[in-house]
């Protein structure tokens, strides 16, 4: 296999572990103050808690084996399919904890996603084949029996199952603890934390173990595993003693954010820009799950954020020394080897420091869907009905819909129905009624509104021919162009800045991703964008033409001027094209700069009026 081929495998590999972590998180997380709950009532209840009480114990064991459960159930089918695939995956989640006897969070993670999946199907395949008048009869229906279905196949094949696979895998982990192997873990968490892996981790293995380990024994380390915030402030103490220049100054700040706010994403960046560092955060995190081991510590519950309020907030009656001590141990281990390598730097400069956020963000973003504010025709794919209850006015109108564009022969267009606070986050249309315009606005502010004052009598539909047939969607907001990205009184930087300022500001527009703006820097190397007259017209190269989610431009105008090898640019305009529109965009600006006096660019280069350059750029 090519570098260039093993390089993407890789790339495509991490979005898809990325995304598979963002969905297990989407289960976990909403969820995080019941699993404290439950915690917090075992850590006092239970007969080595703080306040033994046998009566008040009955409390935690139905909100283990029920609630819990029920509540990741809902979660799953509700990231799946909205409010109706949460009910559906709920229901599926009853017959998988009906059929064992423990908590059935890994059971619930499976139901509760393949309820929302068959609801969401079964639903796309009768859309159309609907009485009108009846969709809320049919819809209730079909929920109950689906998930009737769900819940007897959850109980006789799927819980045997992941009780059976439950088994074998607490026996591998129970194995490796018991030859004292787990510190080898961190060899696989600390990079991955490095890289947004940690929710797949965390989430989809340590906290199912964790739980089922703490409902028995009252603690579990594995929720320690990943949110010991030792190894990471280990490397920002290594950086504040020993770094220099902007690394150094920045550390205090980042040392309260992650260890007090439990906020770990803030010294990745540090990690990044010294990548042999990811040895001393897995020798850290080594030598605080020995620790941890040595002394019998634990937590009784997620500790979600990961910060040291957090961890003893979760620590159990008698397993404060131990966790601390993981604490510190990690600490000091991951600072010693880290000053190692920081020691022998030269100067880490602001740029360094940037560059490596950038990387970090980048990687974060991977595989998410930026919105598009401004749609064509052409991209038009989620029309979305919204009511209070999403089922009855709604549905009526969304059918309404479905049947004229399939009449007129329009296809691969969505058009669905849903309660507002369950609109999902890709609708690029979403029709709802005047009444609740205020809502619908608030739940989707990525998406344009259509209000309507009936659902079913109005010109929703010749609104969206119009659209298909005439591309572009009309709003206040067409111009490739907003007044907010036009930039004044710039200080002067190196080129190689300037052009990564623009694609930033491009990048904050939402019409690229961070992998456009080092596109834009390597077609600078390749051929200048310096285009004369004091402008320069910085754009990604063709490798990066994936990389655009719309068209759009930003300006920026730097008074004294930004050097282009012998040339000087007091004008940075930053473009994104999708398809081919970068011609046509680099054409009209060519016609701007013809049209306009050399006094009239000069007076540009220093104008405090942002209107003076907007109106120059606005029609382009």
Known sequence: MSTNAATAASGGFQEAMQKFG?????????????????????????????????YLAQVGGPMSKWLIPL?????????????????????????????ADIPMFLGAMIMGPLGGFVIKKFDAFIEDKIPTG??????????????GILSVLAFVAVGPVVLAANGVLRAGVEGIVGVGLLPLASIIIEPAKILFLNNAINHGVLSPLGIQQAEEFGKSMFFLLEANPGPGLGILLAYWFFGKGAAKESTPGAIIIHFLGGIHEIYFPYVLMKPVLLLAVIAGGMAGVFTLNLLGGGLIAPS????????????????????????????????????VFVKASAEEGAEDLEKAQAEMKSMKNRG??????QIVGSELRTIVYACDAG???????????????????????????????????????????????ERAREDAPQAEHILVSNFTQNDVFEQIMARLQGGA????????????????????VSKEEAIRSAGEALVAAGCVDH??????????????????KGIAIPHGENAVKESIHRSGIVVQQYPEGVKFGKDTAHIIVGIAGKDNDHLSILAGIASTMDECSDEELEELYTTDDPEKLYSMFVTT
Request: proline share 4%; with cysteine.
């Open 515 to 532: 992998d456009y703006v080092e596109g834009m820097l390597r077609r600078e190397e390749d051929i200048s964008t310096y285009v004369g």
């Open 71 to 99: 509540l990741l159930g809902y979660s799953g089918g509700a990231a799946v399919y909205g409010h109706r695939g949460g009910v559906l995956g709920a229901i599926a989640t009853s017959g998988v904890i009906a059929g």
């Open 304 to 339: 979600s954020p990961g910060s040291i309020l957090a961890v003893l907030a979760m620590t159990p009656k008698g397993a404060f020394l131990a966790n601390i001590a993981d604490v510190i141990v990690s600490t000091c281990v991951s600072c010693a080897v880290a000053s």
């Open 473 to 492: 969607v009309q709003t206040a907001e067409a111009s490739l162009l907003e007044l907010k990205d036009v930039k004044l009184g710039l200080k002067s």
């Open 368 to 373: 998410k869907v930026v919105p598009q504010p």
């Open 22 to 54: 963002r969905f297990l998180s989407g289960m976990v997380l909403p969820n995080i103050g019941a699993f404290i709950a439950w915690g917090l009532l075992t850590a006092l209840f239970i007969p080595t808690g703080w306040l033994p009480n046998e």
């Open 134 to 147: 009846f969709e809320m009869l049919v819809n209730n229906f079909s929920a109950g029996i689906i998930g």
């Open 391 to 437: 089922m009855g006015s709604s549905a009526l109108g969304a059918a309404s819909l479905r049947k004229k564009l399939k009449k007129a022969g329009v296809e691969g267009i969505t058009v669905a129905n849903f309660a507002i606070g369950n609109i999902p986050k890709d609708a690029q249309i979403v029709v709802t009624h005047e009444k609740l315009a």
